[in-house]
């Protein structure tokens, strides 16, 4: 099949209009990587990840459209995804695919998608589509899309991250908009937070951690707002964190922990959700004291530290802390 043929092929199984503007996106992106196109005529694995790649980046660009200012008319259902996942695998060699690894992150990505999809930003089903492009390459070629070298053992946390830095950037935006729309409500949010700077949570951390008073108050004034809310949050619930500590470490009591977990949030969580939630208890004292001697430095190729963000997920889980985008969304 020749690779304009591929690409009629994808765009169909996709269910894309002939009218509609991704399909103009793609046809416009193609005349300009025609180039790549015949380059990669005897790699058939090279040609079907072209392809999606100019689907994905022609549909990345339609949320900047000036044509259709609705973006929720350009965003890929749930099974439009799961379709692309799969016209994308397809370009995956048959000696890769019998790889456990690889294997695991493709069924991954389609738990993701089927378990996870309404809760996606709009901006993450946006990207969505070169993301996985980029895992794909990687199986692939050992690299992304833009060169990036990634080991097989570390394509997962490649995935997530991609993830969290589109989520990150989200968020930036909003608050960005928050900051010029409502700054009166950014300065309400400033005077809580700065209330909790109190004999209280300096008697809890002391508690918790054994340190000096006038240390953790120095350590405190450092702290920024978002970090001084979720060690709060902790203190508040640092009861129930005990608890539950004391049910991951008695033998035989995690089906217990399950349990309890389970009822109280009055929902099921999955087994690695368990296994999150697990080790943030266990690690909660070291997680403040990180947070308070900033320890948690920054990966300088995604600008998260992926400890802190595994350990605030757990806590996430158990609403222990709050999720950063749920307070965004209620301000």
Do not use: W
């Amino acid at each position: 099949m020749s690779p304009m043929k591929t690409l009629i092929y994808c765009l169909n199984i996709l269910r894309t209009e002939k009218d509609s503007q991704l399909y103009r996106n793609v046809l416009e992106r193609v005349q300009r990587v025609s180039l790549e196109f015949v380059n990669n005529r005897d790699n058939h694995s090279n040609e079907c990840i072209s392809v999606m790649k100019i689907i994905a980046y022609a549909y990345s660009s339609l949320k900047n459209s000036n044509n259709d200012n609705d973006t929720s008319s350009n965003i890929f259902s749930q099974s439009q995804l799961s379709d692309f996942l799969t016209l994308s695998a397809k370009s995956i060699e048959e000696k890769m695919m019998s790889s456990e690894i690889i294997n695991s992150i493709i069924f991954e990505i389609y738990r993701d998608i089927t378990e996870n999809y309404q809760e996606f930003t709009q901006s993450l089903k946006s990207n969505f589509p070169t993301i996985i492009v980029d895992v794909v390459s990687i199986i692939n070629q050992g690299m992304d899309t833009k060169g990036t070298k990634v080991s097989s053992i570390g394509i997962e946390k490649y995935y997530q991250s991609r993830k969290q830095q589109v989520t990150m950037a989200e968020e930036g935006e909003e608050k960005t908009a928050q900051t010029a729309t409502a700054p009166a409500a950014i300065c309400k949010d400033k005077i809580r937070l700065s209330s909790l700077n109190s004999k209280s949570l300096v008697e809890d951390l002391s508690q918790i951690t054994n340190r000096e008073r006038k240390e953790l108050e120095e350590s405190i004034a450092r702290l920024q707002d978002s970090d001084l809310k979720k060690i709060s949050e902790l203190c508040h619930n640092y009861s129930r964190l005990q608890h539950y500590s004391k049910l991951i470490t008695k033998e035989g009591s995690q089906e217990e922990f399950k349990n309890e977990i389970q009822r109280e949030l009055g929902r099921k969580l999955r087994s690695h959700q368990l296994g999150r939630a697990s080790n943030s208890i266990r690690r909660v004292r070291t997680y403040i004291e990180n947070i308070l001697d900033n320890k948690f430095i920054p990966d300088a190729s995604h600008g998260i530290n992926h400890v802190k963000h595994n350990l605030e997920y757990g806590y996430q889980l158990m609403n222990l802390i709050e999720r950063t985008r749920r307070r965004q969304r209620d301000q």
